[in-house]
């Protein structure tokens, strides 16, 4: 219907730009519309002041546009408008037609399999179309990318797509060639989760626009899909770990699914998820046990449904390090109270925290306990940096800021800048405002703004609640379910004293507060600091919740352990080994990085790295980490991974033959999984890729301009094309419609 009236393609006007053949200059056009449009106004005003009957402004000026408007309409063709364009010269261009091989094009989620619509379109006749036009040459993409003689040579069932990585390849190898465009017919299904702007960048510098036909539902078809899994890929042993599951659905809203964490097949836990609305996507919270050290697989799995149509994309698995080496806590309290106590009771038991104190029992003396060795806090507080970062976290209670030197002060910033430690803040009579903590460097460290004044801590009861950040944080966890958790907090003795802290920091996340002395104060807050993090719990009371109890219950123990899990858990070593992403799919090669430190923890320029790979009980040779020269004391590396499988890569680091740590990171390979996965057509993808390089996003319905639209590139031989306008059909319609309309008019108001 558009060539009809317009008597080109919509592609011919999107490409082309407008230009008059005529050799008067335009400013001669100009003059004469202004001209036409003012004698039509002096003819108007003679006739009205003729024609003895009154005839309105408004009435009046309505003729006179239409009759301007169809005055210009003529003048403009006088000046013979047309179209400028350039178009690839007929059979001396190559056009690549680009076939998805994946396993995603075998669904047949519209009636048939994707494949077979996606050749019946080229063989129905597109494919003869274009080759009238152009040298057409056909290739197949999955995990790479394949010349194919004709369509019967296409080998379906690949478990891969790359699309990025197969299409820069082929703007690679034809460089020197005139490829005019490139086709890419495919569902938009791609393993590497998608192209990213570096390549779609590299792609737009081959100046070759990328056409895209999608296939398929661009929505899940009655499936439940676990479509995510956040899971801390290192965690302490015997820790409660939380996984956060993603799931998508259609057609199943409000059933209710079976949720299952597994270590190594055997079963951590289990929920029930009552599914949510089509086509959003939910999360789902589930705590587990880590259990013993060493590296281990947790798969989280959906039960399937009756009539699902995708039972292979409701598990996922994911390779993590359990670190089994205890986490050493420096407690420092100025004075003996209820409170140091208890907090070391409750983590006495657990063998990944071990509490060092040091206890203040008069101005000139200490109580040390948990110390490794005699010497150990002997002189009091450290002074020394290879000292003080051997603990990974410290704990300043009651004692004030002036009993640490300005040595030590600067030591404890470093710490948790440089370190990466953790540091916590108790409440006390001594603590925070009321022990001087406004010195340097600790309002820089602390999570909140303290208040300017003294006397904040006082020994009157205050009640815990949780705040929404607390609900979802497992560090306030101590009730498995969300909903009883905080039942539990509302439940819990009230604390014995309160101290105000003043107010959270904008980047500051307020997990807990407490109502006392009709006031509603922050009770825990907690902040990230450089590598490290630092919290404020601003009582002395919590001791309460162990002695106001039963023996039996935990609520005391369990919270102490996942703060100070929290805070000491996340402190690196000398080496911070890592993996860009957890899941390696269907490649060969892993990136690895690691973060290397010297006994100071500066970066470490000039250390020898090299990985250790190993897989079950193979061990693989080892790969030496090259600096990255824009990071000092960074590492990287590629890896290979022949099999399969998850891995362990072990990261040590030396110096003239000294160790100076190790570490390590987990990952899995699998291959042919991802195709079982986001089985929808990724239009976006395929949109973003077409509209990225100068083309076009077809569905296959609409793919009759797709050889025009190719015509109009510019990027092979291409010839200049100039195209009239003048004897367009919506000219005379045009025209007729303006005329018509003025006569009309003309005789309904008298207007003659």
Avoid at 173 to 192: H, K, R, W, Y
Avoid at 211 to 218: K, L, N, R, V, Y
Avoid at 342 to 358: P, T
Avoid at 543 to 557: F, G, K, T, V
């Amino acid at each position: 219907m558009f060539e009809f009236f317009f008597k080109y393609p919509l592609p011919v006007f999107r490409k082309g730009s407008l230009v008059f053949l005529a050799s008067w200059p335009l400013w001669s056009l100009a003059l004469a519309i202004a001209a036409a449009a003012g004698a039509l106004a002096w003819l108007n005003w003679r006739r009205r002041a003729a024609a003895g009957s009154p005839v309105r402004a408004g009435q009046a000026l309505t003729i006179w546009l239409l009759q301007s408007s169809l005055a210009v309409l003529l003048l403009l063709l006088l000046w013979q408008p047309a179209l400028s364009l350039s178009t690839l010269a007929p059979q001396q261009n190559i056009v690549a037609v680009v076939l998805d091989g994946s396993r995603s094009m075998d669904l047949a989620d519209d009636g048939s399999p994707r494949r077979e619509r996606m050749l019946s379109l080229l063989r129905g006749g597109l494919l003869a179309s274009l080759e009238r036009r152009f040298q057409v040459r056909l290739f197949q993409l999955d995990g790479g990318l394949t010349r194919l003689a004709s369509l019967d040579d296409l080998k379906p069932g690949a478990p891969a797509t790359r699309i990025g990585a197969g299409l820069q390849r082929l703007l690679d190898e034809s460089a020197t060639l005139p490829l005019g465009a490139v086709i890419l017919l495919s569902d938009g299904a791609d393993n590497t989760g998608g192209i990213g702007l570096p390549a779609i960048t590299a792609l737009r510098q081959h100046r070759v626009p990328i056409h895209t036909i999608g296939f398929g539902s661009t929505a899940i078809v009655h499936d439940v899909e676990l479509s995510g899994l956040d899971l801390p890929p290192r965690m302490l042993a015997g820790s409660r770990v939380e996984a956060v599951a993603a799931i998508r659905q259609s057609g199943f809203s409000g059933q209710s699914a079976r949720l299952t964490v597994r270590k190594d097949g055997a079963v951590l836990a289990q929920s029930n998820v009552v599914l949510g609305p089509e086509g959003k996507t939910q999360t789902e919270r589930i705590l587990f046990n880590a259990g013993p050290a060493g590296v281990s697989n947790i798969d989280v799995s959906l039960a399937p449904l009756p009539g699902e149509s995708n039972s292979a994309n409701n598990r996922l698995t994911r390779a993590v390090f359990i670190d089994g080496s205890p986490r050493r806590i420096l407690y420092v309290e100025g004075e003996p109270r209820w409170e140091f106590k208890f907090l070391r009771r409750a983590v006495e038991d657990d063998k990944s925290l071990q509490i060092v104190s040091m206890l203040r029992t008069t101005q000139n003396k200490i109580y040390r306990q948990g110390v490794s060795n005699p010497k150990e806090l002997e002189d009091g507080f450290p002074s020394k940096v290879e000292d003080l970062f051997d603990y990974q976290a410290i704990i300043l209670g009651s004692v004030e800021a002036g009993y640490f030197t300005t040595t030590q002060r600067d030591l404890i910033r470093e710490f948790v800048d440089r370190r990466g430690g953790g540091l916590l803040f108790l409440g006390g009579r001594f603590a925070l405002a009321d022990g001087g903590y406004q010195a340097e460097p600790f309002p820089e460290l602390l999570p909140v703004e303290l208040p300017r004044r003294t006397g904040t801590f006082v020994r009157e009861p205050a009640y815990a609640a949780l705040t929404p950040a607390g609900r979802e944080s497992l560090i306030c966890r101590i009730e498995d379910d969300p909903r009883a958790n905080v039942e539990r907090w509302k439940k819990l003795p009230y604390l014995a004293n309160y101290q105000d802290a003043g107010t959270p920091k904008p980047g500051a996340l307020l997990l807990a507060s407490m109502t006392a002395g009709g006031a509603k104060l922050p009770l825990l807050v907690t902040e990230n600091y450089g590598r490290g993090r630092t919290a404020v719990f601003a009582t002395a009371g919590s001791w309460r919740w162990q002695m106001l109890q039963p023996l039996a219950d935990m609520s005391h123990e369990t919270f102490w352990r996942q703060l100070l899990r929290w805070l000491s858990g996340l402190t690196p070593s000398h080496v911070a080994a890592s993996t860009p992403e957890p899941i390696v799919q269907d490649a060969a090669t892993v990136e690895l990085r690691a973060d290397v430190r010297d006994a100071t923890y500066l970066p470490a320029a000039d250390a020898q790295v090299e990985a250790r790979l190993s897989q079950g009980g193979s061990t693989l040779p080892p790969v030496p980490l090259r600096p990255d020269p824009r990071q000092p004391g960074v590492y990287t590396g590629s890896a290979s991974v022949p099999q399969p499988g998850s891995y362990a890569a072990e990261i040590v680091a030396t110096r003239s033959n000294t160790e100076l740590g190790r570490s390590v990171a987990t990952f899995r390979r699998e291959d042919g999984t991802a195709e079982n996965f986001h089985q929808e057509q990724n239009r976006d993808l395929l949109d973003q890729l077409a509209s990225q390089t100068g083309g076009r996003y077809f569905r296959p319905n609409d793919t009759g301009q797709l050889p025009s639209e190719i015509s109009l590139s510019s990027a092979g031989i291409s010839q200049h094309e100039t195209r009239d306008l003048w004897n367009m059909p919506a000219f005379l319609l045009l025209a007729l419609l303006l005329r018509s309309t003025e006569w009309l008019l003309r005789r309904r108001w008298g207007f003659v």
